[in-house]
């Protein structure tokens, strides 16, 4: 049970006024005069506390504030990666899967496109003269015997010592030019007269003509 500092106070003043003696009322005074101090003190330190108090209520209402909207968000996230997952279930990923034929056709095409640029570019040009491919898939042997090779989707689980390597290298080659470009009236066997090209033919009938007149000339001298 606490102390009533106003009901101590009230008799200390009672026997105060009944004392006669002055150095006893002196010192009842004193007494009196730290009660009241420790009255005040009580009193203050009382405030402090209650300040304390509210303060800590208050950061308790802001943390279950907080705790509740934290919840709600991992809800939400909870509820969204559960949509995620069913979509991912219910979508089947794209398979990607080529022969190897078309792969290295695919490829060449590519070579193909930027020599036939080169070609077309005045002054110098740069093309590709030797290219590298590797390949890795899972080998399927289809009913009719032909091959193709399933590249993994993004995301799959695939051991890699699983998966076969295709490695395919190309090269720039030189061509057979065309009987258009070679001036002739079209494909001979190589070493006949229609393979020479026109310019080479009319040069040499003149020189055969010049021969024989030489020697007509001459033949008429004599």
Partial sequence: MGIDVEDLQKRVNVIQARVADAQLKDSL????????????????ERNRLQTTVNQNLATITQLQVSAANLQQTNADQLKTIADLKKRLETTAPAVSSATPLSLANSFKSV?????????????????????????????QVQADKST???????GSSIDPN??????????????????ADLGTKGPSIIGGP????????????AKKKRTATSKRRRAGTK
Avoid: C, H, W, Y
Avoid at 29 to 44: H, M, P, S, W
Avoid at 117 to 123: D, E, F, I, K, Y
Avoid at 148 to 154: D, H, N, W
């Fill in 162 to 179: 699983s998966l076969s390597t295709l490695r395919v290298s190309f090269a720039a080659v030189p061509v057979a030019a065309a009987a």
């Fill in 111 to 139: 070579i193909d496109t930027i020599q036939t640029q080169a070609r077309q570019t005045p002054g110098v040009a740069t093309t590709i003269k030797s290219m590298d491919l590797e390949v890795k898939g899972l080998v």
């Fill in 194 to 205: 229609e393979s020479i090209p026109s310019s080479r033919r009319a040069s040499a009938a």
């Fill in 148 to 154: 193709l090779l399933v590249m993994p989707t993004p």
């Fill in 29 to 44: 005074k004193g007494i009196n005069n730290d009660v009241r101090a420790l009255a005040q003190e009580r009193d203050d």
